[in-house]
């Protein structure tokens, strides 16, 4: 027999994902029901940050800022007070702490006989069922013994990529103990992931023994999804290997995840309504992926602005220290043609990568008397820290500043030495619309079909 719930105490329905509190009712979302329970579960004790990211966020990766906000969410919902907590207390330097009463389960002491009957006839058609399926994969787990130093491993490289070295020792000694486990060697193949620099003299060997790593992984278990997914970003962004990727993609689905990386990579392929459908449907799988810069990212080199714009605006009060937030919003700025605002923008960046105030003041001086024109006249010829200003670093920063004054050439001659250098970004060159100025151009065309489009024979 379940406890009757005391007047002012809230009930949880596991099959509603709700709260009920006499005759309020509030509903959680799935994050928000998985941390609650695991935090019941462990009531009156410490639930360490790296425990709740590996209980409900899994394998994917998130920081530490998504706790934060299902914490404040649940607070929020049963009225609790950080400062002064009836529920989830807040342990410094460790996690959060169920404090307040156990919570009755909103389930009926007992099945009416027609459920009873119903729930049995469902368990013996599904008896049935099962042994005729086919087998899936049994989910492997990792030892008792074994589970700290692999969550403490997964929190590093979530949250800590300075201390990638430590979880990589980490990763490695437990694949050594237990070479048959696919999701450490996966890991392990993120953290050498995270360390790739592709201008170092390294680059490719590094990149090939990652490749190794999650080749292993997937000739014994080809339907493990993040080294599907990981393998997808490494041979499309590291090898620009259009044709090969996207199967990669396709296996890692339906990973939110994966949504999101393979509506990336349609859009560098010109697929751009199927891009946006995938990022939709990863929207609507991640709450925290509703409103994200990098969506806001791909609006805008799909050419839908203001809906670029839009989304960033979501953000406004929560990322005004985010460099990356002020570069979308001054590229679309740019587009708009509000380039006074896409000046303040550019110089917040420039501040945040350290430009003295002199330098700052040749900018403003440049803008005044040549606009846009005038300033990535100024960063091409003049800039000589050459920082990252949400222009990528060099040669991509320097193609982007010969296209922005017009100089084709110098555009052209600069992306073929990004190519070259290997960089990320220039995957995405025929569908930046920092580029249309190019499109016109013989050479821009043809080095977007030998190296991102790559088209057979036959489709020419």
Known sequence: MLKTANKGQWVI??????????????????KQYALLVLLLKFKHQDVSKSQILSEVW???VVSEDAIYVA????????GDDAKSPKYIKTISGVGYRWVGPPMCDALPSSLDSFLLKAALCLVAVSFVVFWQMPRSPVKQVIPDHLTEPFNHARFIISNHPEQLDKAISLLKSISIEQPDLADPIYWLAK???SQLQPMSTSYQHDKQHIKTILERVLSSHP???GANLLYAKLIFMGEMNIQDAEA??????PQSEAHHMYGQYLLAVGRTDEAMHHIHIYQSMEPDGYSTESVAWVYMMSQQFDKAFEALDRLRPYSQSNKFYHVCLRAIYEQLGHFDLALQELIWVMKYEGYLDSEIDMIEKHFATHGMKGVYRWLLYHDTRRADIGHYNAPMSQARYAAAIGDTQL????LEQSRL?????????????HFLPLKQEKAFTQLVQNHILKLSKSDI
């Not at 709260?19 to 959680?28: P, R, S």
């Not at 555009?411 to 600069?414: E, G, I, P, R, V």
């Not at 250098?421 to 619309?433: E, K, L, R, S, V």
């Open 13 to 30: 329905n596991h099959r509603q994902l709700s709260l009920q509190n006499g005759t309020k009712v509030v509903e959680l979302d799935p």
């Open 58 to 60: 899994g394998q994917r």
């Open 71 to 78: 914490i404040n969410g649940l607070r929020r919902l049963l």
């Open 191 to 193: 953290a050498h992931f």
């Open 223 to 225: 339907e493990h999804k």
């Open 248 to 253: 990669y993609f396709l296996n890692a689905l």
């Open 411 to 414: 555009a052209l001659h600069y």
């Open 421 to 433: 250098a290997g960089q990320y970004a220039f995957m995405w060159i025929a569908a930046d619309p």
